[in-house]
């Protein structure tokens, strides 16, 4: 069998690109719609609406006394039986299995209604509480089939007494306006019902495993000079009804682009308006979008301005976390599963200098915009795993003055299935890179 070699594009090819054509750049078969998908373990497992850690399955039953109702085939569901979160999350997922005849005939639709109540009743009968709200959860088929699922959601409420929504898995839009996680954050929030603002309370939208707690008190030590004394997130939500009291902020913080929609719906129905925050993790970057942010919630104070900025001169880099909150943070001296912050602790950074990186899209990290950071800080970038997108040419071109050799693969390209590791890597970010480099000896970093 001949050997085949992933497909590629440097640093320096993609920057001629851009500046040949700028609203056209990304290489067609770069481009989903454009060639075969490789399915690999690393984009089944780590980069699909149904992956590991916070997949559509996992961030629907982030609202609290909820449940969540599958109607899929079998091949889609089996993903779904073990969702990282614990026991409480997986006994609150409920399974209707579809064969042949159902697909074909659509008779299963009839019966939904019914197995939503099902579910409630097997609930209760656990010796739970009723469920304050059921996730109902579409695939790729009722989407081929053009099912009206929120009329299928509304059928569902009727019946059962309980709010129901719909929640979108499909693969097949990723690439689209509306791709799953997008979705499925629009779903979540349109459980909210309006309720008086409370003009000191704020939402931060993006982040379904929530705020580490430096992060958090970093964020209210920001906001006080403002008069914002609550901040929420859906994670730190106990209940239905907590989850309810984020219709009363004054307005959301925005920090995956991901939640914008979600932000966009909440700001018509809810009269909730936003400000969006991109990930940065260069320290220029994030001291100017802190500016920026400072000024936008009516703060000009320059001395306030300057806290803001000590507050992040510590970091060499930001801090990184996976979409999977269930693994507990681990040490440098782990080669598995470490943090990037702990390589940005005092005794680790200088062991980051002058070290190789392959960098990796399933992280909570800009990919481009980590690998420039990495670069501005005296490292070495071997290679980024990356979906490209138009916002990512002017990190493009400043990588390529400062590193033109680097790679671009794009996980899904078919050549994929022959990638090999490059021996000079120290140190993976990301699911999917450390999934490529999972044999070699390298420090992985998925935490």
Known sequence: MTDVEAKYYTAEQLAVRIVDNSSDWIPEDF??????????????????????????????????ESIELIVSPRCCGHMSTD??????????????????????????????????EKAIQARIDAGFSKPKAVLLVFTCVDALLGTDMDAMASACEKKSGV??????????TREGMNPPMVQVRRSIFSLLEKRQRNPHAVNVLGSFGGLDSESMAELHKILATAGITTIRTVADCSSYEEFQK??????????????????????????????????FYGNDRIASQYKAFL????????????????????????????????????????????SVDNLNSENASADISGKTFAVGECANAMPVELALTLLEYGCEVSEVFCTLSQ??????????????????????????????????????????????YKDAPVRKITA
């Open 31 to 64: 481009r989903s719609g454009h060639s075969l998908v490789y399915s690999s373990p690393a984009t089944l497992a780590f980069n699909s609406p149904g992956a590991e850690g916070f997949g559509v399955k996992r961030a629907a039953l982030c609202v609290p």
């Open 83 to 116: 969702l990282p979160g614990g026991k409480d999350v997986n006994e609150r997922l409920f399974f209707m299995e579809l064969n042949e005849i159902d697909l074909v005939t659509g008779r299963y639709l009839k019966k939904i209604p019914a197995e939503v």
């Open 163 to 172: 709010r129901v929504v719909s929640a979108p898995m499909f693969a097949l």
């Open 246 to 279: 984020m219709a009363e902020a004054n307005f959301n913080i925005v920090i995956d682009q991901e939640a914008r929609a979600a932000a966009d719906d909440m700001e018509k129905r809810l009269g909730i308006g936003y400000i969006e925050l991109q990930r």
């Open 295 to 338: 000024k936008a919630i009516g703060v000009e104070d320059s001395s306030v301005i300057s806290d803001a900025e000590g507050l992040i001169s510590h970091a060499d880099c930001a801090k990184l976390a996976s979409n999977d909150d269930s693994n507990p943070r681990a040490s440098v001296e782990n080669p598995e599963n470490s």
């Open 391 to 436: 916002r990512d040419a002017w990190y493009i071109l400043q990588i390529s003055q400062r590193s033109p050799r680097t790679r671009f693969y794009f996980n899904q390209h078919p050549t994929m299935i022959g990638f090999k590791p490059n021996p000079d890597v120290d140190i993976c970010i990301g699911r999917d890179a450390c999934w490529y």
